[in-house]
């Protein structure tokens, strides 16, 4: 399931109330019908954000392994099952090395392995690619769904990319801008094994122009084709970007 | 590389020193200078001959006390650091004390703790530890509240414990400061000891510079002096040496990619 929205829509807001970081103010928050209170929360999902949030004073193996840790796993069964996934996450050979010698996208990668190893039923991703550069951030969607469709969790995902949402989502929810309320629910059908190649078909075309009106990015068709040129101006690699359509308000603004 | 680049770092430094030395030994000389005075740096290198032994019993003398006063200084400055990080009743009733003591002159209290303990090793190393424990419990403050708050909200979000969260995050955080209070404060401690001596003291390099200098042996205090230089660097040097130990993810701090 996937939240797309505007800045300051509350997206990030609400996978910190789902993951029990604060209270709920209103409403309640469920797990398999059972409502939960936020202490109740904490400790039952695994939340990935856009920073990758490794400690530096641990190698890649201990940062992998910490929320095993956490959860009261002996540190040398830890250490082996997260090197054990290793070489299934590209970062064979790099598992004694210091987060500040790793690139961008391994310590992405680290990050996500600890997320993963932690073993919950449900993930919380806020924008865990946004921090990438273009291509990292393809080869790593490519591999988060690879990933799902080989150990089938809850994902809920919060992400700028409409793109990324549609190729990764079941479910897109699209937020409005303050106050944040759910505009449009867009179930997306595709079967999975999902490929790249899903993007260049009709119904994704098609599923891709829902979701951007849903979001008021296809008001005036004129209007659309004049920011996407303003887009393409300002992008410092436009052709490097051409997988997604990320937007921010800033932009939705001008 | 970094070998022939350390070499060019000592260099200029010790090449200066030399030209230093060399225009005090001939002005010194040709001005004729009374040695009680001033005396010429051959005259001090001489006294380190002539007077080793003696030397050495006072260093040892004033080592014991700088390194017992920083021990100190170091467990009861992380300690309270500590102490005051884990509870906000504490943080309120000590930090503001422990800042507002600043301003007393540690060395004022010397002639205090010698009507209080006498002329023995006690007043001096709690001199040596007061002087100390400033920088070494503020650093530690500092430094268990500079973990990164998104790191610690990501822990908490897996349920962790306060403790664990002080173990994982907190303290090799504060680590990195605790070690720079330390070498400020082994600095300070050389300075204490020396000053808790001068005050009065039977042993020690600060007590041997005021025998030496009261019967005009002043290349005998010069001798004091050095030592107490070197003194000093080596153990700065000794703190960063295993502070490298301890913390060896630092080195490859400042070629931290994106």
Same mark, same amino acid.
């Given at each position: 399931?996937?939240?797309?929205? +505007? ?13 029990? $970081? ?45 929320? $095993? ?11 082996? *099952? ?31 392995? *600890? ?12 924008? +865990? ?14 591999? $988060? ?32 801008? *303050? ?13 999975? +094994?999902?490929?790249?190649?899903? $993007? ?45 359509? +990320? ?8 | ?258």
């Amino acid at each position: 399931m996937a939240l797309i929205g +505007p800045s300051g829509s509350g997206k990030s807001t609400l996978l910190d109330i789902v993951s029990g $970081l604060f209270p709920e103010s209103e409403g309640t928050v469920s797990f398999a019908g059972q409502p939960l209170s936020f202490e109740e929360r904490l400790g039952g999902s695994a939340y990935m954000r856009q920073r990758d949030l490794l400690l530096p004073w641990r190698s890649a193996l201990d940062n992998a392994a910490l929320a $095993l840790e956490i959860h009261g796993v002996p540190r040398r069964d830890a250490r082996t *099952r997260a090197a054990a996934r290793f070489p299934s996450f590209g970062l064979a050979g790099f598992e004694d090395a210091w987060p500040s010698q790793l690139s961008g996208g391994m310590r992405q990668r680290v990050a996500f392995l *600890r997320t993963m190893l932690a073993d919950r039923s449900i993930l919380l991703l806020d924008e +865990p690619f946004g921090a990438l550069d273009a291509l990292n951030r393809v080869a790593l969607q490519a591999w $988060l769904i690879e990933i799902w469709e080989s150990e089938r969790r809850s994902v809920l995902l919060v992400t700028h990319d409409i793109d990324e949402a549609i190729f990764l989502a079941d479910r897109v929810i699209v937020l409005s801008s *303050r106050p944040g309320r759910i505009v449009h629910v867009e179930p997306i059908s595709f079967p999975h +094994p999902r490929h790249r190649s899903l $993007l260049a078909t009709e119904e994704f075309f098609w599923r891709r122009s829902r979701l951007a009106e849903a979001l008021g990015l296809l008001d005036e068709p004129e209007e659309q084709e004049d920011t996407h040129s303003t887009r393409a101006d300002t992008r410092s690699t436009p052709s490097g970007r051409a997988p997604g359509v +990320p937007y921010d308000s800033g932009e939705m603004a001008s | 590389m970094s070998r022939d680049r350390s070499f060019l770092h000592w260099l200029w430094p010790t090449f200066l020193l030399l030209g230093l030395l060399g225009i005090w030994e001939v002005a010194v000389r040709l001005d004729d200078t009374p040695r009680w005075m001033l005396p010429p740096p051959s005259a001090i290198a001489q006294s380190f001959r002539a007077d080793w032994r003696l030397l050495l019993e006072h260093t040892r003398v004033t080592l014991l006390e700088v390194i017992l006063g920083f021990g100190l200084a170091l467990v009861a400055g992380v300690l309270t650091g500590v102490a005051i990080d884990s509870s906000i009743v504490l943080r309120r009733a000590i930090y503001p004390l422990i800042i507002a003591s600043q301003t007393i002159p540690m060395v004022a209290l010397a002639p205090l703790m010698l009507i209080w303990f006498g002329y023995g090793l006690m007043p001096k190393i709690l001199i040596t530890a007061l002087i100390g424990f400033f920088p070494i419990a503020v650093n530690t403050v500092d430094g268990l509240r500079s973990g990164d708050r998104e790191i610690l909200a990501l822990l908490r979000s897996m349920g962790s414990s306060g403790g664990q969260r002080f173990r994982i995050v907190r303290v090799p955080a504060a680590l990195p400061l605790i070690f720079s209070g330390a070498r400020i404060a082994i600095t300070f401690c050389v300075i204490g000891a020396v000053f808790a001596e001068l005050v009065g003291a039977s042993a020690g390099l600060g007590y041997l510079m005021e025998r030496s200098a009261a019967q005009f042996q002043t290349a005998r205090v010069f001798a004091c002096i050095v030592i107490l230089a070197i003194m000093g660097i080596g153990l700065f040097s000794l703190i960063a040496i295993i502070e490298r130990l301890a913390l060896p993810w630092r080195r490859f701090h400042t070629e931290s990619s994106e």
